[in-house]
């Protein structure tokens, strides 16, 4: 199964990778700060995937 939003995602993964990194190499970032953002963002991943799951699901439904 190919997902269209692969590339999407990538794109989107990059800047993200690269602020996660200069927030982690900071001194004067408070890690409880990084590892916050990170939780965040892993929980918004997992409710992107969700719904991007159920709405191709939804898709196929609909078509038959």
């Known amino acids: ?15 993200i ?4 990194a200069v927030l982690f190499t900071d ?6 700060l990084f590892y ?3 939780k ?3 929980i918004l991943g997992i409710l992107g995937v969700a719904l991007s799951f159920a709405a191709s ?7 038959s």
């Open 17 to 20: 990778a690269a602020i996660g």
């Open 57 to 63: 699901r939804l898709a196929e439904r609909s078509k």
């Open 1 to 15: 199964m190919n997902n269209p939003l692969t590339p999407l995602l990538i794109l989107v993964l990059i800047p």
């Open 40 to 42: 965040t963002f892993i």
């Open 36 to 38: 916050a953002s990170v």
């Open 27 to 32: 001194q004067g970032i408070e890690p409880a």
